[in-house]
């Protein structure tokens, strides 16, 4: 199956600038060698759903080192003989674009 | 820390006829032992980050025995020294109802 | 059309204690005069589009009169001819638990 | 307010090819005038909190025409004094990558 999926993550005991929260969120995520695509609402992976989750938890874990309330959504689309699905969602949808 | 997790997670290539593929994944929640709650939109459960993603892929696999695309919502919140969050956290905004 | 939404939505800029505001947000619904269910990740409410539509609005605008930043997650399932689809969809799936 | 809201919506009842329904939507956002950004797992864009909501109810409308159940998910984050946020987001976070 190609598993791709989009997390999003924050603490919520930091105040409101997170982007440092969320930095070294996405340098886990370019860690983990999984293709991904990072974007404004969320971090989009792609991979088997093993590896995928196995880097999720690696995000939360970095967090909770001194984050004491975490928030997270996940997002899934796992599709049987999907082949590189990241960017092959999008183009399928552009062609069709009026 | 106590993680909240609320899980909605169903089959996209079977039809709209849902409550059959439902019923497994609340049934491997339900074996899990995890203290869960089932709603209308999703089943939230409540564990240590390692028991409830276990759970999470548990649900997963069952479904992808026999089906070949999935989509997965997960919306998490965890907190530290928090105890029986799945009750508490309605109690305490149904004590502040107007 | 039955729509079913699930809405959780809180300030990000108020520290961790969310019960005050999600108190807020759940009387607006209650006043709303939907069906709804409220529970430890989120509120649900069922209508029609419109209406539901307006109650996430208000939702949002009184939390928007006090909060600085705010984080909302909204999840529709939204089904031709469905009848009392909060209480129908969690009933057909206990029919079938194991 | 900065609003900026990321909007996944599909049909539920018309197989696995959803990449024709997705493009009529992201064409209602094109056309809406809002800043927008396409992605694999949802279209984000950015607005005044009304605006925002009525191109989401726009695209439901949409599909709506022709499809009998619709599934739906909105993750919304809103910023007082934010400027050019979609972009700005990531520009910030990227500056802090290792």
Excluded: H
């Excluded at 093993?50 to 959504?73: F, G, H, P």
């Amino acid at each position: 199956m190609s598993v791709i999926a989009e997390l999003s993550i924050f603490p919520m005991d930091k105040g409101t600038s997170m982007s440092p929260y969320v930095a070294r969120v996405v340098t886990v995520i370019k860690q983990s060698g999984l293709a991904y695509d990072f974007g404004s609402m969320g971090t989009t992976m792609e991979g088997e759903w093993d590896e995928v989750m196995q880097t999720v938890s690696a995000c939360y874990k970095e967090l909770e080192q001194d984050c004491d309330r975490i928030y997270l959504t996940l997002k899934v689309d796992s599709r049987k003989s999907r082949k590189n699905g990241l960017k092959g969602k999008t183009e399928s949808v552009a062609a069709k674009l009026r």
